[in-house]
């Protein structure tokens, strides 16, 4: 399985992320978060292709390729870092094969507005995107009356109204 997260709201992202990992590894046993910043694509590709132990789904979180990937970050100096090498590093298709059948791959990106549409082009059928858009208007008080549904509470309208013109 594989989903791409984006941002622009990291709270959003971060919530994405969480829910994703809850519902395939509550315990957390079974997930790895690698920093694109500071690993290979070989050890990205190897994390996303070993299947978890007994035959358990494993998650893996690979946080801001896809930002590394579409800025080009550095020049090439033959380093397999996507950090150091550039957008010709990333085969998307082939880390998208690489995919063991039973893992969940989430690629996170909260500096992100939208998946970039070469990763698009070369992401498998079925592939879930979740953008991390704020909710505005009537959703933006809805969404914070489930906020405070969930912490046990409760919010009204009016309310929720005013505190988020506050904020803005």
Known sequence: MLTLVTGPDAYL????????????????????TLDARSVSISEIT??????????????VVIADLM????KGAGADDGADSPATSGKAAVDWGALFGAIQP???AVFVDRELSSVPAA???????G????TGDPP???????????RAKEAGSSIADMDARVLAEMLA
């Not at 208007?137 to 009356?145: D, H, Q, R, Y």
């Open 46 to 59: 190897g994390a996303v292709g070993t299947p978890g132990f007994f035959g358990a789904s494993r998650v």
């Open 13 to 32: 992202a971060r919530a994405a992320v969480t829910r994703i990992r809850q519902q395939h590894d509550p315990d957390g046993l079974n997930t790895s």
């Open 127 to 130: 592939v879930e995107i979740v």
């Open 102 to 104: 039973s893992n969940v």
């Open 119 to 125: 990763i698009k082009r070369a992401a498998p059928a």
């Open 136 to 146: 505005r208007g009537a959703a933006l008080i809805a969404w914070m009356k489930e």
């Open 67 to 70: 930002t590394l990937a579409s």
